[in-house]
Nanobody
Framework: QVQLVESGGGLVQAGGSLRLSCAAS????????MGWYRQAPGKQRELVAD???????NYADSVKGRFTISRDNAKNTVYLEMNSLKPEDTAVYYC?????????WGQGTQVTVSS
């Protein structure tokens, strides 16, 4: 059984910053890609950023230059540093990890950016 525990969401004013964390635990042999997705009300879930085990990162165009994804392999944890937040960043943020045989989602954490 694999569990993902997310933290760091909350309410912030436009222009502010938040840092999300997602810690994976359980029967994990090796994590490949770790990523963050988000889903705003009435919209489809979308990729925000991901980070491969080889060190490559990928960002949605809407967050490039504002968000930074990083990971600590020793802790099986992925982070998302979010700066210059905008009201349109408001969403539930989910982490996702890929292992060799499967993939797992976190429970989601709410991020609300007020104007």
């Amino acid at each position: 059984q694999v569990q993902l525990v997310e933290s760091g969401g909350g309410l912030v004013q436009a222009g502010g910053s938040l840092r999300l964390s997602c810690a994976a635990s359980g029967n994990i042999f090796r994590i490949n890609t770790m990523g963050w997705y988000r889903q705003a009300p009435g919209k489809q879930r979308e990729l925000v950023a991901d980070h491969t085990s080889g060190g490559s990162t990928n960002y949605a165009d809407s967050v490039k230059g504002r968000f930074t994804i990083s990971r600590d392999n020793a802790k099986n944890t992925v982070y998302l540093e979010m700066n210059s937040l905008k009201p349109e960043d408001t969403a539930v943020y989910y982490c996702k990890i890929y292992t060799r045989s499967s993939n797992y989602w976190g429970q989601g954490t709410q991020v609300t950016v007020s104007s």
